[in-house]
């Protein structure tokens, strides 16, 4: 009898030793601003993928091609992060762009030299914006710091590509924007979401070459 009464005092411990373990694991799970961003980044990233191997196929400018190629390189290794990242944390991801970012990638795929470069250019300027913005807002206002470290490694990835895109698209006679991503001016006007759904992207437009829609590639 004495036996089973330390086995009952030694069960009730193990079980009040596992409830701080517990409340301390669900604590640390993601919250909805750090899973939210981890899988709308990890679009950006399979869109960015997608349009860089576009850029070296269909581009008629070289810097177009290489800028393309930079970014297949850059963008697949970001997202081998956010896989890594998102799987330790247990957040689902998607396994394809979002339906705007594939509406980009199909309208590029219909055009062709200089028309095509001054598109992927402008689409490639408004994602990255947005991108940019969603990262600033994951380091501000996430709460996983795996999520938060990894949103402030995107960003000066993030930066150098959109620095690089308005170097080109002043060679190409592209509009950019009237600031810089950190700025308040954003060159979509498209009404997409940015990641996570958390930043709003104000009203300031740059025209699209060729054409009245341009929705942005980088964000969901």
Known sequence: MLG??????????????????????????PSTQDAQYLQALHQVNLAEIVMGNVAQQKGQNQQVKDLGKQFVTDH?????????????????????????????????????????DKAWVTAELAGHVQAIQATQTEISQGSEQSVVQLAQ????????????????????????????PTGTASPGGTGTPSPGGTTESPGTESPSPGTTETPAPGVS
């Open 76 to 116: 697949t290794q970001l997202d081998q992060t956010v896989q890594s990242t998102a799987q330790q944390l247990n957040v689902q991801l998607p396994s394809e762009p979002t339906a705007d970012e594939q509406k980009v990638i199909d309208r590029l795929n219909n055009l062709s030299g200089a028309e095509f």
């Open 153 to 180: 490694d995107a960003l000066p990835v993030l930066q150098a590509h959109y620095d690089a895109l308005v170097a080109l698209a002043q060679t190409l006679g592209v509009p950019v924007p009237q600031a810089t």
């Open 4 to 29: 089973l009464k330390r086995l009952g005092l030694l069960a009730a411990l193990v079980v009040v030793g596992l409830a701080p373990a517990a409340a301390a694991q669900a604590a640390a799970q």
